[in-house]
């Protein structure tokens, strides 16, 4: 079993930045790549940004891309998530999760989530 925990959200206005921050409870986290997932009411939660085990790979879906950024400190556990020119498309909860790339990708990581973080983007 493995825990996620999810700080950092919060409610900003429209262009407004925040910095996420998953801490998870597993010795192998520098093995694993990592990704940061939303999701919104009624909708299925979708992949954000992903960071390979090591940093050497990225990706970011297409809404995001040059204004968030994915990292993590292997040595702390934690991947974080720096979001900047944040817009009201972005609103949703934040979870993370980790596995194996392609399992990140399609995010069918750990079957363990965490509660998730609230990301309000309003004026």
């Known amino acids: 079993q493995v825990q996620f925990v999810e700080t950092g959200g919060g409610l900003v206005q429209p262009g407004g930045s925040l910095r996420l921050s998953c801490e998870a409870s597993l010795s192998i986290f520098s093995f694993k790549a990592v990704g940061w997932y939303r999701q919104t009411p009624g909708k299925q939660r979708e992949l954000v940004a992903a960071?390979?085990?090591?940093?050497?790979?990225?990706n970011y879906t297409d809404s995001v891309k040059g204004r968030f950024t994915i990292s993590r400190d292997n040595a702390k556990r934690t991947a974080y998530l720096q979001m900047n020119n944040l817009k009201p498309e972005d609103t949703g909860v934040y979870y993370c999760n980790v596995g194996l790339w392609a399992e990140v990708l399609s995010g069918n990581g750990f079957d363990d989530w965490g509660q998730g973080t609230q990301v309000t983007v309003s004026s």
């Open positions: 960071l390979s085990n090591y940093g050497r790979a990225e």
